[in-house]
Every structure is written in C-alpha cells, then in structure tokens.
C-alpha cells in the first residue's frame, strides 16, 4: 500500500539554526513528492515539489528538499531557521500512474525557538 | 493567484442536522477536492471530482456527499451530523495531472453537538 511517514511529531530548532523534516515514502512506481506548510489558523500552502530530473528542489521562504530514491526519502532542509517559520509541515505524494489524489502524512509540527 | 474560498470558517450544528460546506476556485481547475483534518491523522481524503457531475469516493467517504453542479464549486453534504464528525474540513483545487499541486482554502472548522 502506498504510504508517506513523517516520523517526527515535533521538531524544535533555535533561530539561524539549519532545519530538517523528515519525509519517507512507500510507494510503487515513481513518485511525484510535495511539501505543503500550514501556518495557525490557516489552509495549507505548497512549497515545493519534485517531479524528475535534479534531486535538490528549491522552494518557496528559501526552503529545499532533497530527493534520494535508493532511501525513499524526501526530507525538508533551510540552511537558517527564522522564528516566522514555526508552522506545520506536511509531505505528501502522487503517483505517475494514479488519480491526481495525494497522500499526506501525518505533518510535522516546527517551532523555532529566538 | 489562485483563490480557494470556503463558505465558513467556524461552523456549530447539533447531532442530526443536515451540513452544507461550500467550496469555490476561481481557476477553472478541473480537480476539486474535500479533506477532513485531524491532530495526528494528518488529511484524509473524503471524496474528491475530476469534472462537472464527476465524483469519486476517497478514503473515508461514509457520512459524507458531494455535489458538483457547477465546475467552480463543490459542496460537501453532511446528510446527519455526528460529534465524531467535529473536524477541520479542508477543500483543494488543482489543474489535471499527478505532478500539479494542490491550492487549498482556508478551512472550515465544524463541532458538532
């Protein structure tokens, strides 16, 4: 069955530290990769996605994430956390040969400390 | 920009009575979806319509109905409302295709009593 796995509930960064949020993937075929932020109150928004070719996909707020097959994985990278980046972070992922339905983790829930 | 509107955002409805949501796009994006989030489950699919009168069940589709009468909105139908039905309900659009992404609207948060 097709899956996506964020393992973290909770990840805690200080401010100008890097960050990273987990994503695995369990999936036949290729995938298609999203990372969707919510922040409080709010419906999500995308960030950024992979589709083929550069394994390094560049984001919306200076966030990238880096593809790696051969781990299933899809974690989510900022070279220098702000405090405004505190939100919910959820992955998700399409199939080539599906429907356009995503499956989403469970989100990962960021807080940047100043 | 794409623009995602939802009918409400805080809703309160007692056991039994009958829920309309109402979802807009302003895109002329042929997928719409419905969602229901919850702490720890993430979002999950209720139902989801790829045209005009198109439907197609998603992982937890029982309680729910949809209709899509028009391309720009598609509403979600509580027939009887349960408390295990207290939910934030999250409507998405995106163009065709696997590879494009969601644009999604504000939510609406329903209790049910």
């Known amino acids: 069955a097709q899956s996506v796995a964020q393992p973290e509930d909770q990840v805690n960064v200080a401010e100008g530290n890097p960050l990273t949020v987990k994503c695995t993937y369990s999936v036949s075929g290729n995938p298609y990769l999203f990372w969707y932020v919510q922040y409080p109150n709010r419906g999500l928004q995308f960030l950024l996605k992979?589709?083929?070719?550069?394994?390094l996909v560049k984001g919306s707020y200076g966030f990238e994430a880096e593809f790696n097959k051969s781990q299933t994985s899809f974690h989510l990278k900022k070279p220098s956390a702000l405090v405004s980046d505190s939100a919910l972070y959820f992955c998700?992922?399409?199939?080539?040969?599906?429907?356009?339905?995503?499956?989403f983790g469970t989100g990962t829930r960021l807080q940047v400390f100043p | 920009d794409v623009k995602v509107t939802q009918s409400s955002r805080y809703l309160v409805k007692r056991t039994g009575e009958k829920v309309f949501l109402e979802c807009v796009q302003d895109?002329?994006?042929?997928?719409m979806f419905w969602y229901r989030q919850d702490p720890g489950l993430g979002l999950r699919l209720i139902y989801f319509s790829y045209d005009v009168k198109m439907k197609e069940k998603g992982d937890i589709p029982e309680g729910y109905s949809v209709s899509r009468e028009k391309k720009e909105r598609f509403s979600l139908i509580l027939e009887s409302a349960s408390t295990n039905q207290t939910s934030m309900y999250l409507c998405?659009?995106?163009?065709?295709?696997?590879?494009?992404?969601?644009?999604f609207g504000p939510g609406t948060r329903l209790t049910v009593l």
């Open positions: 992979y589709i083929t070719g550069d394994n």
């Open positions: 998405a659009s995106s163009t065709g295709g696997p590879y494009n992404e969601q644009f």
């Open positions: 998700a992922v399409s199939l080539s040969y599906n429907t356009d339905k995503l499956i």
């Open positions: 895109m002329d994006h042929e997928n």
